[in-house]
C-alpha cells in the first residue's frame, strides 16, 4: 500500500523534495512555529532565535528512558498522524503503522537512509513522545521558558515567562534526533510526508505527533 501511495503522487514531487535538503534544521523549526495559532505576524528573527533556541534545549536533554506502553494501530494517515500520546488510562504512545511504513519508503526512495538509518523512525516517535511528559510538566518546562526569554510581564526584578507555542515541539524533535543518532531533524522527513501523504476528504493532512491528555 505504502509504494503504491508514492506511486500515484504527482510526477516530479519526489524530485522536488531534494530541495528539502537545503533547509536547514533551525528554519524547519522556523515553519512549525510560523504555522502555530499565536505567532501570526511574528518577527521571522524572533521565531529563527526561538527555533533555535528549543533545538539546542532539546538536543541538550539528558536520556530519559520510555515508560509508556506502545500500541499499534493502522490509520495513521487518515488522521494525519504518526504517533501519539496519550496519558489516560496509562500513558501510552500510539505508533501508526501505516505513516512510519510511507516514511520508510520515502526514505530509500529520497536516498535518505544515511540521515535515517532503517527502523530510526519508530525509535524517534518514542523518543520523542518519552520526553513530551518532561517539557509538559516539571522543571524542564520551567527551564524551557527560561531559555527563550519570552516576558510577558516585568514587576520590578521580576519577569514572567511565556509559553511559546510549538516550542516543546521543536525541542522534542532535537531531542529524538540526538538520542536516536539520526543526521538530520524528523522534522525535514515530516516535511517530504506532508507533501506526498494522501489528503482524505478533500483535506490536506500532515503526518504528526498528537497528544492526549
Known amino acids: 500500500m505504502t509504494a503504491s501511495l508514492l506511486d500515484r503522487v504527482r510526477p516530479g514531487t519526489l524530485e522536488e523534495l531534494d530541495a528539502l535538503v537545503a533547509t536547514d534544521d533551525i528554519e524547519f523549526g522556523v515553519r512549525l512555529l510560523a504555522n502555530t495559532p499565536t505567532h501570526e505576524g511574528r518577527d521571522p528573527g524572533r521565531l529563527r532565535r526561538w527555533a533555535r533556541t528549543a533545538d539546542e ?25 504518526l504517533a501519539r500520546y496519550t496519558s489516560r488510562p496509562v500513558p501510552t504512545v500510539e505508533l501508526f503503522t ?34 513530551h511528559e518532561q517539557l509538559h510538566h516539571g522543571p524542564a518546562k520551567t527551564a524551557l521558558k527560561r531559555s527563550l526569554g519570552h516576558v510577558v510581564l516585568r514587576a520590578g526584578r521580576h519577569r514572567l515567562h511565556g509559553h511559546v507555542a510549538g516550542a516543546d515541539e521543536i525541542a522534542a524533535h532535537a531531542y529524538a534526533r540526538t538520542v536516536c543518532g539520526l543526521g538530520r531533524s524528523p522534522l525535514m522527513l515530516t516535511a517530504a510526508l506532508a507533501a506526498v501523504a494522501e489528503p482524505q476528504h478533500g483535506t490536506p493532512q500532515r503526518p504528526s505527533h498528537g497528544r492526549k491528555k
Open 98 to 131: 501505516d505513516t512510519l511504513a510511507l516514511a520508510e519508503e520515502l526514505t530509500d526512495r529520497l536516498g535518505w537512509r544515511h540521515w535515517y538509518p532503517a527502523g530510526s523512525v519508530r525509535a524517534a516517535a518514542i523518543a520523542h513522545e518519552a520526553v
Open 57 to 81: 534545549f532539546g538536543a541538550a536533554l539528558a536520556h530519559v528512558e520510555p515508560t509508556a506502553r506502545v500500541v499499534e494501530r493502522g490509520d495513521g494517515l487518515a488522521k494525519g498522524l
